[in-house]
């Protein structure tokens, strides 16, 4: 029987990933964990610098979840939260996460975007496959397809969506992107005042900060 360990290894994926503004880094950090949006707010580091990454959500009983994408963020929706969220001092940045968390207790897979009426969800192995599928159906059954040259390791849709249940560990935190050498550093002086103070739990030792302004 194919398990999600296999699959990670056939469609050759590297990392999970998810978009958040300046403020979730720092809260992550800070707790570490990563909250679903329905705990956000009642988090002691983030209860006066939270921002959601979109005004609306219209997925309301999927609010205790982490949204992910594999290999790539949701294109479309990070465009939206970038046009949404125009405050001077609010930036954003991409975490990205060991694919080992897939295989966790109740992650459930989505073929597109969660709130599509033509999403599909399952959880297993099989759910992780089908967001692969050679077919998917899109806005309002709209077909996307894979072609030869679609990475292995992309979904058929972008907006395909990995729905993590309550909070993740930032034990499965690999490094954080950022679109300049500033954010970068920003990140990495707010990851070592948080370590000297001790207030940075169950975070590994070293925080990679990669600079990637193509991701944005």
């Known amino acids: 029987m ?6 990670i290894e056939d469609f050759e994926i590297g990392e999970v990933v998810h978009f958040t503004t300046n403020h979730g880094v720092l809260g992550m950090l800070a707790d570490g964990r990563l909250l679903s949006r ?12 939270y921002r959601p990454n979109a005004s609306v959500r219209k997925d309301p009983a999927w609010l205790d979840y982490v949204s992910l ?18 405050e001077v001092e609010t930036w954003w940045a991409i975490v990205s996460l060991d ?13 597109t975007n969660n709130i599509y009426p033509s999403c599909q969800r399952a959880q297993g192995a ?4 089908a967001m692969f599928a050679p077919e998917v159906s899109g806005l309002y059954g709209g077909s996307l397809k894979r072609t030869p040259r679609t990475p292995s390791n992309w979904t058929t849709d972008d907006q395909a969506e990995v729905l993590y249940p309550a909070e993740i560990p930032t ?31 169950d975070v590994r030792p070293e925080l990679p900060v990669h600079v990637r302004p193509d991701l944005f």
């Open 69 to 86: 994408s594999i290999s790539r963020v949701n294109t479309r929706f990070f465009g939206y939260s970038r046009g949404w969220e125009r």
């Open 171 to 201: 034990s499965y935190l690999r490094c954080v992107y950022t679109a300049t050498d500033e954010h970068a550093d920003i990140v990495v002086s707010q990851y070592e005042m948080l370590v000297a103070r001790g207030d940075a739990n």
């Open 2 to 7: 194919t398990t999600i360990e296999q699959i």
């Open 99 to 111: 694919p080992a968390i897939l295989a966790d207790e109740g992650v459930v897979f989505t073929t």
């Open 38 to 49: 329905e705990r956000l707010p009642a988090n002691k580091y983030l209860e006066h610098v």
């Open 126 to 129: 099989g759910g992780l496959k």
